[in-house]
């Protein structure tokens, strides 16, 4: 809960809504976290590291449908607010 102050640095699970008109392949950017996986409706799409080489990662259409899609991210060493890191 942000209205508690920063967060400390740590593994955190992040969970989104995405809504997608028509399914189509696309990449997803993870800018601004650290090291983790990724998952998309229960497909895990892999895991990303901000020192590469892999840092977006390849969205296939047919993972995705028409409407709300559940995107989850881990990342194992997310940095938190006001850290300076």
């Keep these: 809960d942000s209205r508690r102050g920063p967060w400390p640095r740590g593994p955190r699970f992040f969970r989104y809504g ?3 008109r028509e399914p189509a392949d696309g990449f ?4 601004g976290l650290r090291k983790g996986f ?3 409706n229960g497909f895990n799409l892999g ?4 020192v590469g080489p892999q840092r977006s990662l390849y969205v296939p259409a047919p993972v995705l449908r028409r409407g709300r899609n559940e995107v989850i991210i881990f990342d194992i060493d997310y940095p938190g607010s006001g850290t300076g890191a």
């Design 18 to 20: 995405l809504h997608i």
């Design 47 to 50: 895991r990303y590291w901000e």
């Design 38 to 40: 990724v998952c998309v």
């Design 28 to 31: 997803l950017l993870p800018a």
